[in-house]
């Protein structure tokens, strides 16, 4: 089965339409006059160690499925199966939490999606998704900065925001991006403590140049967001007592940070200039027993969806203004491995959420699962380059102008667009 | 246990005690206006890109030269990662001169009796390569094993458990001696030079075999030609097993020849074709020689991999191996440069025509330059480095002294200019207060926290040392927070902090002498000296001034 399903994202001709662009003031505008610059809203997580998309939208009606994964692939069952999507993609059971938002079509999958580099490196595949030019090792800066660099500000300091207390690869290079602790509210250091401010305040605020610009642009981003994360009014009702969790360094698995979503929501409810954020999880690269419907996989699985759908509810109005991408460096082998587990692959399933996409589908160029359909006869081929989806987020959802996607992604054209051919 | 307490540690480093029992009202909240727009991170973008073929034109003002006092302070900041108490006056006294030549001559300097100790307790840095990948084969080999048997549920968990107690047992030896050496040996200039040159060609800890191979890599390809010929520490790096497999080199065959290395640890790899792999000719030509406009094509780069063939891992000594068998027998050219079929021989062509090209005497002089003048060096002195690095066959030693003889060097122009990276600060702040840690892990999370963990660069163009690539407000806070914790645990008295040991008890007056020779702004003179005793070593540390040399 030969099944070429592409994405008709553009029903978003209404968006496309206003995404003209007119020079303005800050090098670009919009041209509607209406939207203010900072209302659409990007929320990128990125999955660490390659997540088997096969597993996570699994092509159940290609004839091979259950012959190449014979103790992991998912079934149709009466109860706690496979969510069946379109008689031939069925989705995992463990992100039923977010089914409903491919119901109402504000969900969407692409599948057989990734880098056009080869390899099947954690750090390389990584490092390529994060820099967002695949093949070249010494790109310096991540794609997320440069998109930061790009859009219109209002010079809030906290305009795009890392979780995490380190800034990651996609967030590096020029431009500001606070950071902000996972699972703790509110980090404090010496500067918190008031005479010490007061003092260092007092030096640097002295200095006309970019040390001290930096210091006041520091400081005033650590302030909001944790003026942010201490307001007692919280914008959901239910108790927060378990969102206390020990905070977890690096990529944590969803499993260590299940409140994600609340968090995430919180910072963009409570500060309009939050504008783009970024979160990533570990614990992917399920070499062995990964399990079924119940397992290793779904087990990272279950708390990234259900901290999904707190995130859509927690943005509640915001949410139509909003993309969520969801991507990993690579899919995994299209067979099982002799250890119930898969080894690293291509081609992957990326996830987009938003009030922009038109979801309840699932797109990309998927050729099925015979040894001739994949790739070096092993994995899921990446027929759609992971930044071509990314530029029509940021392009048509975003209303980032062509120019500035050029410095997003440089040197990459996409081959017509994938989304409406 | 020892994770919990290197957190705690770090708490207790980064919060430092409390040091006020009086507060004071807020000032007004700092000006916003000042906040970078928009456009200059734009413009700061472009200018990256624009890369290392880039060099100011020189000084548009007039030459300012520095007093003779300013050049002690500028050897200090420039041939050290920071002066300590005592080194501005020792100096002056034996002449910036004579420091210069001791230091380009590191075996001339006694070293320091603990840094001695510490180098020689650091066993895998002395090891065989070879073996060092066999002990790591085994490992996991064993872990596999042991996984299979335990019928274990979560693999990436193990996986992670394994690698970290590798990294651990990494970190206890590479990482403290990097940091021994580089706070307390007397031989500066070859710590400084082994930073550059780690950085100019760079491997990551993160990349699979390299997180055992790094150490001997930096003391067996690095360190003894920090200060030597280019061409000896080129030729080093390529036949380093570390290079080799972090830029996969080890995996490069002339197309249909059998992947048979000892790096293949699967039947799966056994049985594999090769074929070209040209990563790390590209890189050889882009980052370690010639410079990414150095005229080279991506024809040339499958030429220069096909003379790469073959060079692969080990199975005994220090340096790879190479597999007669999986190289390309046929001829190659090289930017017009024709290399015969003559095995391994070719790889010392194609080295020796790299190392004596034009464009790379250019793109070294002008990465020395940078790390040691300016972000953008003055083109006429870039200029002069690379006349004296072709006419002195690459003399590493020769090209640093015209560096360090000239006007530029010396300007004033040219003085505090640069921006401390993460590690530099971390070194100039422990060397400046004499504070020393009784635990490392405090400092490898401060590096981690700042974006500069310690041997981790993931790109093989190694960390950037430019104020475009440090200077990010997050950081900064970091910074003085780690600041107050360093200056005030020289001071606190019950108890002391817990992450530092050796508080040398230096006054603030010493510690000032440190930071430009005493001389600090009208303003951050002012608030230091209304400050509280206590809090004035801290103020010094994380003053604006600190952050530059």
Known sequence: MNRRDFLQLAALASFSSLSLTLPGSRGWAYSNGKDDDSSKKLIVILLRGGMDGLNVIAPYGDSQ??????????????????IDLDSY????????????????????????CGSPDPTRSHFDAQDYMESGVPGKKSASTGWLNRLVAQLPSKHSPVQAIAIGSVLPRICAGPAAVATVAANSKISKGALDRPRVESAFSEMYSGLNNDIGASFAEGMAAHKTVNQIMASPQDIYSDSDAKEQMIANRGAVSPNAYPNFGKQLATLFRKDASVQVAFVDFGGWDTHIRQGAEQGALAGHLSPLANGLADLVKGLGPLYKDTSIVVMSEFGRTAHENGNGGTDHGHGNVMWLLGGGVNGGKVYGRFGGLKPNDLYEDRDLPATTDFRSVLTVVLGEQMHVPK??????????????????? | MKQESAVFLTVQLLFGPALFSTLVVLPSSPVLAASRSKHVSTARVKMA???????????????????????VVQVLNRLTFGAKPGDFERVKAMGVKAYIASQLNPSSIAENPAVEAQVASAEIIHKKSADLIKEFRLVIAQNNAARKEANSKDASKEEQAMKQKHIKVVADQIFKTRLVRALDSERQLQEVMVDFWYNHFNISINKG????????????????????????????????????????????AAPGTLMVVPGGSTKDKAKKKGGLNENYARELMELHTLGVDGGYTQKDVIELARVLTGLSLPTRGYWGQFYAVRHDQGEKVILGHKIKAKGAGEIEEALDFLAHHPSTAH????????????????????????KRFSESDGDIKAVLTTMLESREFFDGQYQNNKYKSPFRYAMSSLRASGSRPAHYEPIYSFLKLQGQPLYACLTPDGYKNTKEAWLNSDALLKRINFATAIGSANFSSAGGNRALSQSSGQSYDQVLSTVNGGQLSSRTSAVIAKSPEPFKMSLLLGSPEFMSY
């Open chain 1, 65 to 82: 499925y259950q012959t190449i994964r014979p103790t992991i692939a998912l079934h149709k069952s009466a109860s706690g199966g496979l």
């Open chain 1, 89 to 112: 993609f069925g989705m995992h059971p463990a992100l039923m939490p977010i089914y409903p938002l491919f119901q109402e079509k504000s969900l969407a999958f692409v599948h057989a």
């Open chain 1, 403 to 421: 120019s500035a996607l050029a410095q997003v992604f440089p040197g990459f054209q996409a081959n017509g667009n994938v989304f409406t051919s």
């Open chain 2, 49 to 71: 890109k624009s890369g290392s073929s880039m060099a100011s034109l020189g000084p548009v003002s007039a030459p300012k030269p520095l007093t003779s006092d300013q050049k």
């Open chain 2, 209 to 252: 075999l390299d997180h055992v191979l790094i150490g001997v890599y930096e003391e067996q390809a690095i360190r003894p030609n920090a200060l030597g010929r280019f061409r000896d520490i080129l030729g080093a790096t390529c036949y380093h097993p570390a290079m080799l497999f972090y830029l996969d080199n080890w995996q490069n």
């Open chain 2, 363 to 386: 793109h070294i002089s002008y990465a020395l330059a940078q790390y040691f003048v300016a972000d953008e060096p003055p083109k006429a002195l870039v200029d002069r480095m690379a």
